[in-house]
């Protein structure tokens, strides 16, 4: 198949970017969205010029490395899925196809498609962790957990850290990705101890790194390539205005 | 003795600064904060919609009769000695300022954190009303400062002179609202603004139970149908009075010229025959 493809093109974090054109001739149906950009890549190669830098890893939606939006929607149209399990067939000959970076002032693009997502990684080392004693592993019912609970943390657990629910989002709102890190250690005995003071610091992280706040959209649930459900979001909520009131308290 | 005393003073209203300090900074940090703000816009909000359904429930008196609204008008200004409705008014005001000052604050943040947009834009599942939040609210504070000059401070000197056929000592609110709709511009000017405004509710009633953290996946469809059937009641209901005065629907006709007091005692004494 034949397709015209409309690239966001950026030289470096300080230049400006810009939508180039690019023809993709006699793509296979079978090819996945990052194959066929990697045929593209070849032909640009041959030719001289400099390929379109996107970011990818596993290329089987389970690392969180592959970002794009495409046709304005992270990870394209297609729920559930990483954009690395987007496949060709999923369009038609002669398609124009809107391929940008993912979009947020948090999110600094650092060349073509490639955007820098190490915000995530200072929120969660703000308090996406459990302090424990070392030693052998406990036993494994040793402490028990609700069965909500189990599936609830279990659920949110499931984030790979993506960011396309920011993407998504009109204000660029990390809400999704922190309610999904905090709940997931929230809800269980071994995160209790620290949660009030996980809650206000991974929310706190967050603020500062410049993402927006939360309008009850549900843009980011629509296209979390897992499925998070935006309940993560009230929980959160719920959970900040009990630490801050506690946090007010002492 | 003296100077302990004078020292202990001291150290009290030092304990006592820095105990105030430490709840400034709790306080501060709570507004500065992306949730603490959406929880005042949402505290905020909860007060605004009870005003909003106790002013509908209020006016809806209309279809009773001239003696039933003006009865409760005469009420709302003069329990607890006339204080009672300064009370509210404070409450309110505070409530809006708040409500205005945290959303405006928090829409430019909103639009600093997405400051390149998508060439290509799409929307998955927010609704319109949503996407427009700011706009319908900022209509709503049009419509809040022209319906306070209408009917709160009565520019209109003759809206204002209005007087109670059955007791000229007190204001004629019945009068007033019937009057006050029989010009078709302001009729769909209301039309237009309570339309924003229920635009504005059907999102944000919703939106109050998720920021409240009331929402799960049992409660959030329940939420969500209860902030439309909210929103939908409070259209009809506040503009069934315009437009059913506009079309002389409601009133008996006496607009301009007030039914003398005779008559309507006679009427009255009719009807207890």
């Known amino acids: ?250 | 003795m003296q100077i302990d005393a004078i020292f202990l003073h001291i150290g009290v209203v030092l304990i006592k600064k820095s105990e105030m300090n430490a709840l400034c900074k709790t306080l501060c940090d709570f507004w500065d904060s992306s949730i603490g703000k959406k929880l005042i816009v949402a505290v905020t909000g909860v007060m605004l919609v009870g005003f909003l359904i106790a002013h509908m429930a209020g006016n809806l008196l209309i279809f009773q009769g001239r003696e039933s609204l003006n009865d409760y008008a005469y009420f709302l200004h003069h329990f607890l000695h006339g204080m009672g409705i300064w009370l509210f008014r404070v409450g309110l005001i505070v409530a809006f300022v708040l409500h205005i000052v945290a959303t405006v604050s928090l829409t430019r943040q909103n639009r600093a954190a997405r400051s390149e947009k998508y060439a290509h834009e799409a929307t998955s599942r927010a609704s319109l009303s949503s996407r427009y939040m700011i706009w319908s609210g900022l209509t709503v504070i049009a419509f809040v400062i022209f319906h306070l000059l209408h009917f709160t401070v009565r520019i209109d000197p003759d809206l204002a002179s209005m007087k109670d056929p059955m007791d000229p000592s007190r204001h004629d609110a019945y009068g007033m609202v019937i009057a006050g709709f029989q010009n078709p511009v302001v009729v769909l000017f209301y039309i237009i603004s309570i339309s924003f405004l229920c635009s504005h509710l059907s999102h944000g009633i919703a939106s109050i139970f998720q920021t409240l953290g009331f929402n799960s996946k049992k409660t959030r469809d329940p939420f969500h149908k209860l902030g439309l059937v909210i929103s939908v009641v409070l259209w009809l209901g506040f503009l069934s009075i315009p437009f059913l005065a506009l079309f002389d629907l409601i009133g008996d006709g006496e607009k301009d010229a007030p039914v003398p007091m005779e008559a309507s005692v006679n009427t009255e004494l009719l009807f207890r025959c």
């Open chain 1, 1 to 250: 198949m034949n397709l015209t493809l409309k690239v966001w093109r950026q030289e470096g974090p300080s230049e400006s970017g810009h939508i180039k054109t690019h023809e993709a001739e006699g793509i296979p149906e079978e090819a996945s969205f990052l194959e066929m950009l990697d045929i593209v890549n070849e032909r640009i190669i041959i030719d001289g010029g400099e390929p379109i830098l996107f970011d990818h890893d596993c290329r089987e939606g389970i690392c969180g490395s592959c970002s794009l939006t495409i046709n304005g929607v992270p990870h394209s149209k297609d729920t559930g899925i990483t954009t690395c399990q987007v496949h060709m067939r999923r369009y038609r000959d002669g398609d124009t196809i809107w391929i940008e970076p993912f979009r947020a002032r948090a999110f600094p693009i650092l060349k073509d498609l490639v955007v820098d997502r190490s915000a995530f990684d200072r929120i969660i080392a703000s308090g996406g962790y459990i302090s424990v004693r070392t030693g052998a592993a406990p036993d494994a019912n040793a402490t028990p957990v609700e069965f909500e609970d189990a599936t609830d943390s279990f659920n949110s657990a499931a984030c790979i850290g993506c960011g396309a629910c920011v993407a998504a989002c009109k204000n660029a709102s990390a809400m999704l990705f922190v309610g999904a890190k905090a709940n997931h250690l929230n809800l269980l005995p071994q995160g209790a101890p620290e949660k009030d003071q996980r809650t206000l610091a991974m929310v706190r992280t967050m603020d500062g790194e410049g993402f927006g706040n939360c309008t009850n959209q549900y843009e980011c649930e629509a296209v979390c390539p897992k499925e998070i459900s935006s309940d993560v979001i009230a929980k959160l909520n719920r959970d900040y205005a009990a630490a801050s009131a506690r946090e007010a308290v002492d």
